[in-house]
C-alpha cells in the first residue's frame, strides 16, 4: 500500500547537471498540463478466457463511488495510444482527486483479459504561461480602469486586488471553506496557481487523502474479483510495484521518471 509513505526525492546536497537545469528551464517555458503525471502505484490482474466490456467495468467502478459520495472527485475517461502518435486508441478510466488520480484500464490482450490501475500523482506546477496568464489579466483591469479613474488610481486599484486576491487564496485553504476551495481547484491556471502557493497543507487533508488511498484500489479490486467470479473464470494472481511516495505537496524528484506508455 501507499498510503502513509513519502516520494523519493533527491537530497539537498544532489547539485541538478547543466542537462537538467536546460530541461527545467523549457519546461517552465513551455510545459503544459501533464495528463499521465508521476506513476507512484501499478497493480495488475489478468483472467484467461474472459469476455467482458471495459466500458461495462468501468460503468461498475462508476456506480459504487456514486454511492461512496467521495468529495471532490472527478470521473473521466480519457483516450491513451496503444503506441505512436497513429496507433489505435485505449479508453482508461481516471479517477481524480486534488492532484492524486487512480487511471484504470481493462482491455483484451489475444485470449487474455487484464485489469490494471496506477495511482498517479499530477503535480501542480506554475509554468511560464500561468504567469503571463495572470499578467494579462491584471494589465486588462489596468486598462478598464485607466480611462475612468487615471492612471495613479488605476495602480493603487490593481495592487489592492492583488492584495485582495491573494487574502482569498490564502483564507480559502483554511477550515470552514471548502466549497471556495473546491471552486478554486476547479479554474484553470487560478487552480495551479493557488494550488502551488497558497494552498496549506493539514492534517485533515493528509488523513482524507491517505484514506482515499486506501479506499479506491480495494474498490477496483473488489470489482475485478466479482466480475471474475460471475464469470466463472479464474483470476490470476495480481502484480505490483509500489515504490516509495514522498510528500505530495512537493514537486517529484528530477531523477524519478514515469513511463511513457
Not at 200 to 229: F, S
Request: a neutral charge; glycine letters at 6%.
Amino acid at each position: 500500500m501507499i498510503q502513509g509513505r513519502y516520494l523519493t526525492m533527491a537530497t539537498s546536497g544532489d547539485k541538478p547537471k547543466k542537462s537538467e537545469l536546460l530541461r527545467r528551464g523549457i519546461d517552465f517555458i513551455f510545459g503544459f498540463e501533464n495528463r499521465k503525471g508521476q506513476v507512484l502505484d501499478y497493480q495488475m490482474s489478468s483472467a484467461d478466457g474472459l469476455s467482458f466490456s471495459p466500458q461495462e467495468f468501468y460503468a461498475k467502478i462508476e456506480q459504487q463511488l456514486e454511492a461512496r459520495q467521495i468529495p471532490g472527485l472527478e470521473i473521466s475517461r480519457l483516450e491513451f495510444a496503444e503506441g505512436g502518435m497513429l496507433s489505435d486508441q485505449r479508453t482508461y478510466l481516471r479517477l481524480m482527486r486534488e492532484r492524486l488520480a487512480f487511471v484504470t484500464c481493462a482491455a483484451p490482450f489475444g485470449k487474455v483479459f487484464f485489469f490494471s490501475w496506477r495511482t498517479v500523482y499530477v503535480p501542480a506546477l506554475v509554468r511560464l504561461w500561468h504567469i503571463l496568464a495572470a499578467l494579462a489579466f491584471f494589465f486588462a483591469v489596468v486598462f478598464l480602469l485607466v480611462k475612468p479613474l487615471g492612471i495613479t488610481f488605476a495602480i493603487i486599484a490593481l495592487v489592492t486586488l492583488m492584495f485582495a486576491i491573494a487574502a482569498v487564496f490564502r483564507n480559502a485553504s483554511a477550515e470552514g471553506f471548502s466549497d471556495l476551495d473546491s471552486i478554486l481547484l476547479k479554474i484553470p491556471i487560478v487552480a495551479t496557481i493557488y494550488q502551488d502557493w497558497f494552498r496549506e497543507e493539514t492534517y485533515y487533508r493528509e488523513d482524507t487523502r491517505n484514506l482515499y488511498l486506501k479506499i479506491l484500489p480495494e474498490l477496483i479490486q473488489q470489482i475485478v474479483e466479482e466480475t471474475c467470479a460471475a464469470k466463472g473464470i479464474k483470476l490470476e494472481q495480481k502484480d505490483q510495484r509500489s515504490p516509495n511516495i514522498a510528500d505530495l505537496s512537493r514537486p517529484p524528484s528530477p531523477d524519478t521518471k514515469s513511463p511513457t506508455g
